[in-house]
């Protein structure tokens, strides 16, 4: 991403392609290293989601800084506790086909 020497685990620009992404990804498997957030407060990342200790925290870049929020402003319907239990499948593939499926037929509950 640019010059400023940060990429991401995944990132992602809705609608059109851009040079900064609309969504940037961490996966946080050790405490140290640089910090994500500012890289991508630099580079002005609309959002950032941070993956660690199973769950997420999202991030909204909001007047130059970003604020910690609960549910995304680019993709409010997205329930991100339902998605943290299909991250954790043992089985990857099934789970992203039970998440689809979940979607397309508008259950958000797991099952049991």
């Given amino acids: 991403m640019l ?3 940060k990429e991401p685990d995944e990132c992602y620009c ?10 940037a990804i961490e996966v946080i498997l050790t405490s140290g290293g640089i910090n994500s957030l500012e890289v991508y407060q630099g580079l ?3 959002e950032v989601w941070l ?6 925290a999202i991030y909204c870049l909001e007047h130059g800084k ?5 549910r995304s402003l680019l993709l409010p319907d997205l ?6 239990n ?3 499948s043992e089985e990857p593939f099934e789970a992203v086909m039970e998440f689809r499926e979940r979607l397309s037929r508008g259950n958000h509950q797991p099952d049991i």
């Fill in 79 to 84: 329930d991100f506790n339902l998605l943290a």
């Fill in 14 to 23: 809705l609608e059109t392609k851009k040079l900064i992404p609309d969504i």
């Fill in 66 to 70: 970003y604020i910690k929020i609960e």
């Fill in 86 to 88: 299909y991250i954790q």
């Fill in 44 to 46: 002005g990342v609309p």
């Fill in 51 to 56: 993956w660690e200790n199973h769950q997420f």
């Fill in 3 to 5: 010059a400023r020497g």
